[in-house]
């Protein structure tokens, strides 16, 4: 993530429902398996740095970086996943 003079980054937690892939390409079973473990660990605490990506004009979250976080958080039934963008200051 790359963030220029002027902006802010943002993290939240936001509705795992808003939630679209950036990138469609296969992943490896075992390194989803991994962060299912890892979010097994964890309980329901975030860690840090999170998933992120950039909100779409309809309020839809595209996910750039950290797609087994969170197909591993939607094998865990959650309902919120945490994450990072930038967004330009007011």
């Known amino acids: 993530m790359r963030i220029a003079p002027g902006e ?5 937690w936001i509705d795992i429902d808003l939630v679209v892939l950036g990138c469609r390409d296969r992943m490896a079973v075992g390194d989803v398996g991994d962060k299912w473990r890892e979010i097994l660990q964890r309980g329901d605490d975030a860690a840090w ?3 992120r990506g950039h909100w779409r004009e309809d309020g839809r979250f595209v996910l750039t970086d950290g797609r087994h976080e969170y197909i591993a958080a939607l094998m865990h039934g959650r309902e919120k996943l945490f994450a990072a963008w930038v967004e330009a200051r007011p």
Do not use: E, I, L
């Not at 802010?8 to 939240?12: A, E, G, I, K, L």
């Open 8 to 12: 802010r980054v943002r993290s939240d």
């Open 49 to 51: 740095p999170p998933p």
